[in-house]
């Protein structure tokens, strides 16, 4: 076992026995439901990706192929494996075989450059490393090398639909073997308090920043979501986002694996491209965040008509302005959800059917079954509901703590076993929590703080607007002066900033609100998850100098 994993004193002492009693913990791991559901339903088809398909029992017979390859290179119960893959069907088979041989899956992005896998690699330490084929030709043996010339500690590494000299391929690498131990998942498989998996994200300083689950918490938040949004083995869940971070791995591949629906695994963002499998799979479920549903109702209006059979889309992982969850709501069949969600928690609100409209437009939900949410003023004192201040969350889906290259730090929660989401909010009298920022991303010009959000959602009002994000433009007096970067909807007139804050003014926004710029976009740089890129945004703005003001 990697010796970092061995102390989770901090987790024990919260109140897990509660947590049991009331069904969160102890459910069946991921691993089981996969083999009863091989032996029971075993030709009911499990995962399919553009260039293939496994039916249950074959995705059974391919994780315990693979966990036996791993044992026989060196991997033992509690050790980490780097999977860093796209959204192809070997990363449901690698995740269901990690668990099942009771190693702790560490994952990141498959399009990370040299420079954040090694860091990446530093910070896991993984006995093997599982590496995709490049995109575009790229050759992926160089980038190997780079990356491990930066490590002490090398891998084995193991090349996913691509070989090269000193990396095997996936294929003949696990091949069976005469020299194979016998193995046995009830004696190796992941349960209960075991350490699961590590997430690798971009950290704010720049440095990797790993988050541990152990198989309770993740089963558990999981699950909520699937009771809570009455997903079940008749589903058919798409995944357009990648599966190397949390909300394409936790809501996409394990609630489809847990759930027994089938999961469709779409590789790149596409919008046109996510029509065309919706209709071939008769996709009733998926998710992304709000740049998917952007570009979704940007379609024509034939092509949102092929949608039809998509029941639920969970939106999460960024601000959805009020007038696009409307157009949503009125374009597509499916029905919104909407969720706050982080690493180091999955999901612990969202909206559900029985919502009212108006908390699915405006808000992000309500706690999930054994959640709490607290906001919190300055002074750390709890806030009464309508005030904003920082959203506080407790509950069995909190992670463990922060994995470090030589430790384990388990200090991630208060005294009273509540994590700091970052965000700023405030609770209606209804329970349905509403974001208004992050702390670390609201501008503030001079003595003011901006409502970011508030602006948003004021100016995508605006019936020529498909999309807005309010960035901040460092200024020498003021320290920060807000931009308004707008895309417009097709056909309609770009805003000049006269117009825009005419708009405002008639709507009643605060004048002291008002971005002084406007900066007119035809394309959203968006990050690995689909996001808008603020950061490069800003980076484009800064570069293409004052557009108007």
């Not at 704010?204 to 988050?211: E, F, H, Q, R």
């Not at 969600?341 to 969202?350: I, K, N, R, Y």
């Not at 699915?360 to 005030?387: H, T, Y």
């Not at 405002?504 to 959203?524: C, Q, R, Y």
Request: aromatic residues 6%.
């Amino acid at each position: 076992m990697d010796k970092r994993l061995g102390d989770l004193s901090a987790l024990l002492k919260r109140p897990i026995e509660d947590w049991r009693s009331a069904g969160y913990w102890g459910q069946a791991p991921l691993w089981q439901r996969v083999r009863a559901r091989a032996l029971s339903e075993p030709d009911r088809l499990a995962v399919a990706d553009d260039t293939g398909k496994l039916d249950v029992s074959a995705l059974w017979t391919e994780a315990v192929k693979l966990a036996r390859a791993m044992r026989r290179s060196g991997v033992e119960r509690g050790d980490l494996v780097l999977v860093q893959l796209p959204n192809w069907r070997e990363f449901a088979a690698l995740v269901v075989a990690i668990e099942a041989c009771g190693a702790v899956l560490g994952f990141c992005p498959a399009a990370w450059g040299v420079r954040e896998t090694a860091r990446a690699l530093k910070l896991i330490q993984p006995k093997v490393w599982f590496l995709c084929a490049g995109r575009n030709g790229d050759d992926r043996a160089e980038f190997a090398h780079s990356c491990l010339s930066e490590i002490t500690s090398k891998p084995e590494v193991v090349g996913v639909r691509f070989s090269a000299d000193q990396i095997a391929d996936l294929e003949a690498w696990s091949a069976p073997s005469d020299g194979d131990e016998s193995f046995d998942p009830d004696e190796t498989g992941l349960r209960g308090t075991d350490p699961l998996e590590v997430a690798v994200t971009s950290g704010t300083t720049g440095d990797p920043k790993g988050v541990l689950h152990v198989c309770d918490s993740a089963t558990a938040a999981v699950q909520s979501t699937i009771e809570r949004q009455a997903i079940h083995d008749g589903d058919s869940i798409l995944v357009p986002i990648p599966v190397g971070h949390t909300f394409g791995y936790f809501y996409g591949v394990r609630c489809a694996l847990q759930s027994g629906a089938l999961l469709v695994l779409q590789e790149r963002w596409n919008a046109a491209r996510m029509v065309e499998l919706v209709e071939k799979w008769r996709i009733s479920v998926s998710l992304g965040p709000s740049a998917c549903l952007v570009d979704l109702l940007a379609l024509p209006e034939a092509d949102i008509k092929r949608l039809a059979s998509m029941r639920l889309f969970t939106q999460s992982g960024d601000s959805l302005p009020v007038p696009v969850a409307k157009r949503a709501a009125d374009l597509l069949n499916a029905r919104i959800s909407r969720a706050l969600g982080m690493t180091e928690f999955g999901h612990v609100a969202s909206t559900d059917a029985g919502s009212p409209e108006e908390r699915v437009l405006d808000s992000a939900g309500s706690p999930q079954p054994g959640i709490s949410i607290e906001i919190r003023g300055e002074d750390g004192n709890r806030l009464p509901a309508g005030e904003i201040g920082k959203v506080m969350v407790s509950g069995p889906f909190l992670f463990a703590g922060y994995l470090h290259p030589d430790r384990l730090d388990q200090d991630v929660l208060d005294e009273g076993g509540y994590f700091a989401t970052g965000d700023l909010g405030w609770l209606g009298e209804d329970g349905y929590l509403h974001i208004t920022g992050r702390e670390k991303n609201v501008i503030r010009r001079g003595a003011m703080t901006i409502p970011t959000s508030a602006v948003e959602d004021a100016l995508a009002s605006h019936p020529g607007v498909a999309q807005v994000v309010l960035i901040a433009r460092p200024d020498e007096r003021l320290g920060e002066q807000p931009v308004a970067c707008i895309q417009m909807r097709d056909g309609a007139a770009p805003l000049d900033l006269a117009t825009m804050q005419s708009f405002l003014a008639d709507i009643g926004m605060t004048k002291s609100f008002w971005p002084e710029e406007i900066h007119i976009v035809a394309k959203w740089p968006l990050g690995a998850t689909a996001k808008v890129d603020r950061a490069a945004l800003l980076r484009a703005v800064l570069q293409k100098g004052h557009t108007e003001r």
